[in-house]
């Protein structure tokens, strides 16, 4: 099986998270893993509302999250974990994240 691309910390440029987070969806999913710190299953975070991602839609949007190092994912038998790198990237673009996922809640918060 071919292993999966990671970027080292130093190569993560905030265009690729900007990117990968400018979907709803994906920064739905992003804020999800992080919450949880390990996502064990990828239909854990496959229900948004009231519908469900298509599995083939999941796996693109992991990929982007993933090779814009927001997440690491880890083959464990046939499931696939999915870790936050929150605070590596925090650490390296210092309130960026929290920056855009306040974003996105004050936009969905009722009022709005």
Do not use: W
């Not at 739905?28 to 298509?54: K, M, N, Q, W």
């Not at 673009?93 to 936009?107: D, K, M, S, T, W």
């Amino acid at each position: 099986m071919r292993p999966l691309f990671h970027p080292a910390i130093e190569d993560v440029q905030p265009e690729a998270i900007l990117h990968a987070l400018s979907d709803p969806c994906r920064a739905t999913i992003f804020a999800r893993i992080t919450r949880a710190g390990c996502v064990e299953a990828c239909s854990a975070v496959s229900a948004l509302g009231d519908r469900v991602i298509p599995k083939s839609s999941l796996s693109s949007h992991i990929k982007v999250l993933r090779e814009a190092g927001l997440i690491r994912c880890e083959r464990h038998g046939v499931e696939m974990r999915n870790h936050s790198r929150c605070a590596e990237v925090d650490a390296r673009f210092p309130g960026l994240l929290a920056a855009i996922l306040n974003a996105y809640a004050a936009r969905s918060a009722p009022g709005a």
